[in-house]
């Protein structure tokens, strides 16, 4: 989604760009067409720091290294509301529910080009479409039990709706294990579809 309108294209680079090794504070980070954001601080090979043209939010991507051959890459965010712009507001609410999946999915990324087992972008679009799917039938969980009579049925499957959404956006386990997850919910909402009476018109 970052990508999204950037001149480059949907995919990431997979090489190293000349390019955009030589920032200095002050300067545009070329991250994301959705935000504007500059460096406070370049350090090569050790971190990068940068936050909003205002001044709020920091975000910081540092190297520690831990022997002659293996360093680890830590990210580290700290996140400001905009609550009197209800623009930026909403902006800042999506961030606060989803910047965990692309931070996690940027840092496999790295790991991945340093390693030279970069992941194919179909891998990607698949578990964006799971991690969207996920929301999208907690959603319709939680419509069916508003429109419908609460039972027993309609509360455990909004419950196992909420707790399969959780776990694949949250908890660190394989992507196709939220995949089957959301099967199972699927199914059921299906089954409890079918079994709601049918409306009757009256003339």
């Given at each position: 989604?970052?990508?999204?309108?950037?001149?480059r294209g949907l995919e990431s680079a997979v090489t190293i760009?000349?390019?955009?090794?030589?920032?200095?504070?002050?300067?545009?980070?070329?991250?994301?067409?959705?935000?504007?954001?500059?460096?406070?601080?370049?350090?090569?090979?050790?971190?990068?720091?940068?936050?909003?043209?205002?001044?709020?939010?920091?975000?910081?991507?540092?190297?520690?290294?831990?022997?002659?051959?293996?360093?680890?890459?830590?990210?580290?965010?700290?996140?400001?509301?905009?609550?009197?712009?209800?623009?930026?507001?909403?902006?800042?609410?999506?961030?606060?529910?989803?910047?965990?999946?692309?931070?996690?999915?940027?840092?496999?990324?790295?790991?991945?080009?340093?390693?030279?087992?970069?992941?194919?972008m179909a891998v990607g679009t698949l578990e964006f479409a799971?991690?969207?799917?996920?929301?999208?039938?907690?959603?319709?969980?939680?419509?069916?039990?508003?429109?419908?009579?609460?039972?027993?049925?309609?509360?455990?499957?909004?419950?196992?709706?909420?707790?399969?959404?959780l776990v694949t956006w949250y908890a660190p386990l394989p992507?196709?294990?939220?995949?089957?997850?959301?099967?199972?919910?699927?199914?059921?909402?299906?089954?409890?579809?079918?079994?709601?009476?049918?409306?009757?018109?009256?003339?």
């Open positions: 989604m970052e990508n999204i309108g950037s001149l760009l000349p390019e955009f090794q030589q920032f200095k504070v002050g300067d545009e980070v070329p991250i994301s067409s959705a935000a504007t954001m500059v460096f406070n601080g370049v350090e090569p090979n050790r971190y990068l720091i940068w936050s909003g043209k205002d001044g709020k939010g920091g975000f910081t991507w540092a190297l520690f290294p831990l022997d002659a051959s293996h360093t680890r890459l830590v990210s580290r965010i700290r996140w400001t509301h905009h609550w009197a712009q209800p623009g930026l507001l909403a902006f800042d609410l999506f961030t606060e529910f989803s910047d965990h999946i692309a931070v996690r999915k940027v840092l496999q990324g790295v790991k991945g080009r340093v390693e030279n087992h970069i992941e194919p799971i991690y969207l799917a996920s929301a999208l039938i907690f959603l319709a969980a939680m419509i069916l039990n508003l429109l419908h009579p609460l039972t027993r049925r309609g509360w455990f499957l909004g419950l196992a709706a909420g707790a399969s959404w992507i196709w294990i939220g995949a089957l997850l959301e099967l199972i919910v699927l199914w059921g909402l299906f089954t409890a579809v079918r079994r709601l009476p049918l409306r009757k018109e009256v003339l």
